[in-house]
């Protein structure tokens, strides 16, 4: 409903910031990462935007090669590239 209706939800504006050490007790600043966390839905829509819907209209429209797109698929396989 989200998606098809254009919805953003209050929650999606909120995330935690984290910094996690990437060597256990080194906490130099370089050896530091840091990742923001986000509501588990959000993170799916996302993925059905920007991963699925992205990734068919490249194919769809042709807009990249298809070596670039996907790594270790039998393109010969997968039957006819789509047009």
């Known amino acids: ?3 098809k209706r254009g919805i953003v939800l209050e929650r999606w504006s ?7 050490e990437k060597i256990f007790g080194c906490s130099l600043i370089t050896k530091l990462r840091s990742i923001l ?8 829509t996302n993925k059905i935007i920007y991963g699925v ?6 194919r769809k429209y042709k807009l ?5 797109l996907v790594k ?5 396989m997968m ?3 789509p047009r």
């Open 72 to 76: 270790g698929i039998d393109w010969q």
């Open 53 to 58: 819907r992205m990734l068919n209209n490249v």
């Open 37 to 44: 966390l986000m509501e588990a839905n959000f993170n799916a």
């Open 1 to 3: 409903m989200v998606l």
């Open 14 to 20: 909120n995330g935690l910031s984290v910094m996690l």
């Open 64 to 68: 990249c090669q298809k070596k670039f």
């Open 79 to 81: 039957g006819p590239y």
